[in-house]
């Protein structure tokens, strides 16, 4: 008998629904496996017999389930771009199992008779006609009947390749730091899987790329090498044009790691990410994480020094330039906005660029040690220093 909401809490329910194994058969890859968990769970929520009055209290705590097993990316506490709609995707799951409960309530006896021949079922004997007892034979049939994954709606079948293949962890995809790049097992189930996953695993994560440690104003014939060089060859140049999200990791003269985020389908230079530090070195400005290009000019300009400030907008409109100029001839060769097409030379190009903001961020830090002295971030080791400063003046004295 169906569990009823009259008797059983909304977490006793919840605990009968089988989301984890459709978690983990999703992360199999095997389509088989999909399929059974996916009926499994649509045929518990549909067998629920509750009131009306909790059938919302009872799906909004399927999403939240459904949350802390991460389909909706909220095991940290952050809501990513697009998640309105995954959980409205989430909704309507649940929608599609209420109305395959009462799917036969508008039906006339004759239609329902109809429905049973069509699907080749014995009428029941003269006495057992009523409508109750040819929509129950019609409900048995449904429950016997298979279920694919592919018989999905392509945006719900879309919103199943988000929750599996994007990285909920946000860290970057990165071939040269071994981090695994293999395409997922999902995108070897079938050719028309692989055709519809393909742009979600290579368009919504973001792929990192380790650029060469060079000297400041060193030149470089070839950026992308060792195992990047290989990652970019296996894949081909049609999965390289479905990259949206990238960024380049340096090596800085001071021994900082340098990470430049980069939107491929932006058409402006203000999207990207360049880190105001990453490290301890010697500065007189505030430390800050990362920034857009438009927040530096914004906001960074409250935080620098009065006589830093000349020339921490020459740095700026340096790194501004450097940016634009990339921008521009990759778009020429690549495109633009949701038409771009990335190639392995546009990536060399924003590579070259990435490199030469690296060497004006460098010619910066270099100019705040001449002008601030000795200086570290952070609260506390700024008391430290301050302490320290402090002690030499009185030995100079």
């Given amino acids: 008998m169906p569990p009823n909401l009259q008797d059983l809490s909304i977490e006793d329910s919840l605990a009968d629904m089988p989301i984890d194994a459709?978690?983990?058969?999703?992360?199999?890859?095997?389509?088989?496996?999909?399929?059974?968990?996916?009926?499994?769970?649509?045929?518990?929520?549909?067998?629920?017999?509750?009131?009306?009055?909790?059938?919302e209290k009872l799906a909004d705590s399927l999403?939240?389930?459904?949350?802390?097993?991460?389909?909706?990316?909220c095991k940290d506490?952050?809501?990513?771009?697009?998640?309105k709609k995954r959980c409205r995707a989430l909704e309507r799951l649940i929608q599609q199992s209420e109305d395959a409960?009462?799917?036969?309530?508008?039906?006339?006896?004759?239609?329902?008779?109809?429905?049973?021949?069509?699907?080749?079922?014995?009428?029941?004997?003269?006495?057992r006609r009523s409508k109750a007892a040819i929509t129950k034979l019609l409900q048995q049939s449904d429950s016997q009947m298979p279920f694919r994954?592919?018989?999905?709606?392509?945006?719900?079948?879309?919103?199943?390749?988000?929750?599996?293949?994007?990285?909920s962890s946000k860290q970057d995809i990165s071939p040269s730091c071994g981090i695994e790049t293999r395409r997922p097992s999902l995108l070897r189930t079938s050719r028309q899987v692989r055709d519809e996953a393909m742009p979600v695993f290579y368009g919504a994560n973001r792929f990192r790329f380790a650029l060469p440690h060079l000297k400041l104003n060193h030149k470089c014939e070839q950026w992308f090498a060792g195992q990047d060089k290989i990652w970019l060859d296996v894949i081909g140049p049609d999965n390289i044009k479905l990259?949206?999200?990238?960024?380049?990791?340096?090596?800085?003269?001071?021994?900082?790691?340098?990470d430049l985020q980069i939107d491929l389908a932006s058409r402006s230079v203000n999207?990207?990410?360049?880190?105001?530090?990453?490290?301890?070195?010697?500065?007189?400005?505030?430390?800050?994480?990362k920034r857009t290009l438009m927040q530096w000019r914004e906001h960074m300009s409250n935080e620098v020094k009065p006589e830093a400030k000349e020339e921490f907008f020459s740095y700026i409109d340096k790194l501004s330039e450097t940016a634009k100029q990339a921008i521009q001839d990759f778009q020429a060769l690549c495109g633009g906005g949701k038409e771009v097409q990335p190639t392995a030379a546009g990536l060399d190009i924003l590579a070259r660029a990435a490199?030469?903001?690296?060497?004006?961020?460098?010619?910066?830090?270099?100019?705040?040690?001449?002008?601030?002295?000795?200086?570290?971030?952070?609260?506390?080791?700024?008391?430290?220093?301050?302490?320290?400063?402090?002690?030499?003046?009185?030995?100079?004295?």
């Avoid at 496996?33 to 009055?53: D, G, H, R, W, Y």
């Avoid at 999403?63 to 990316?73: A, N, P, S, T, V």
């Avoid at 506490?77 to 998640?83: A, D, S, V």
């Fill in 77 to 83: 506490g952050e809501l990513p771009k697009g998640h």
């Fill in 271 to 289: 999207t990207w990410v360049i880190p105001v530090s990453s490290g301890r070195y010697l500065c007189p400005c505030k430390s800050l994480e």
């Fill in 101 to 127: 409960r009462n799917r036969y309530s508008d039906w006339s006896l004759v239609d329902l008779k109809t429905e049973l021949k069509q699907r080749q079922i014995p009428l029941p004997k003269p006495k």
């Fill in 149 to 167: 994954v592919m018989n999905l709606p392509s945006e719900v079948r879309l919103r199943i390749y988000e929750h599996v293949l994007v990285d």
């Fill in 22 to 55: 459709l978690m983990d058969s999703m992360r199999s890859g095997d389509e088989d496996q999909i399929n059974n968990s996916m009926q499994e769970l649509f045929s518990t929520v549909a067998n629920m017999e509750f009131p009306k009055s909790e059938e």
């Fill in 63 to 73: 999403l939240q389930q459904c949350r802390k097993e991460g389909i909706c990316f």
């Fill in 355 to 397: 490199h030469a903001i690296l060497d004006h961020r460098a010619s910066w830090v270099v100019y705040c040690t001449d002008l601030g002295g000795h200086m570290e971030f952070g609260s506390d080791e700024d008391e430290e220093d301050d302490g320290e400063d402090g002690d030499d003046e009185e030995d100079e004295g």
């Fill in 243 to 258: 990259l949206r999200r990238i960024s380049f990791r340096l090596m800085t003269p001071f021994f900082e790691e340098f």
